[in-house]
């Protein structure tokens, strides 16, 4: 029987291979680490992204929703303002007709008078007073007139400056904190 001898070129060749697998596997494991990292980095990068936009997605929506609310709020403030304006306006008016209806009456009484006056000073007396009177009742309702407008002002103007009141307060509010 014969001893079998090992060739050192053999054993170096197997030696060889046994360093180059284990480099292999090395390289390997290497590639494999460095690709799980990569794709794990990715991964929370996406997530990240995914809800940064998100967030930009939510902050959009908010915008809208306070933009169309506002705008509702707008609308109705100056529905509000008109409304009261008719209304005010509705108030003069009648004045004026009452006024009207009140001037023309005396008008009419007092012109009988002066037709039936017995002498030109009684006539001139009579225009006098009648003059007097309805410059009086004309002075009286022209102030309340006047006190009606600035009421109707007043009214008509409170919803729209609550409102641009508000807006400001809005406006202001995200610089302040």
């Known amino acids: 029987m014969s001893k079998q001898k090992t060739n050192p070129a053999q054993a170096t ?3 060889a291979a046994q360093t180059l697998d284990a480099v292999a596997a090395a390289g390997k494991e290497t590639v494999e680490t460095v690709v799980k990292v990569g794709t794990d980095a990715a991964a929370r990068g996406y997530e990240k992204a995914f809800a940064m936009g998100q967030e930009q997605i939510d902050a959009a929506v908010k915008g809208y929703d306070q ?3 506002a705008g509702r709020e707008n609308m109705d403030a100056w529905v509000a303002a008109g ?3 008719s209304k005010g306006f509705e108030a003069i008016n ?3 007709v009452d006024f009207t209806k009140g001037t023309m009456a005396e008008h009419m009484e007092t012109f009988g008078k002066v037709v039936a006056a017995k002498s030109p000073q009684q006539a001139f ?4 007073d009648f003059a007097k009177s309805a410059f009086d009742a004309w002075v009286a309702r022209s102030t ?12 008509a103007g409170a919803p729209v400056s609550a409102r641009l009141q508000a807006a400001m307060e809005s406006f202001v ?3 302040a904190s």
């Open 83 to 85: 409304s009261a304006a």
């Open 67 to 69: 933009m169309a609310s």
């Open 94 to 96: 009648a004045e004026v």
């Open 144 to 155: 309340k007139v006047s006190e009606l407008g600035v009421k109707i002002a007043s009214e």
């Open 125 to 128: 007396d009579l225009q006098s």
């Open 173 to 175: 509010k995200p610089f």
């Open 13 to 15: 060749s197997e030696a």
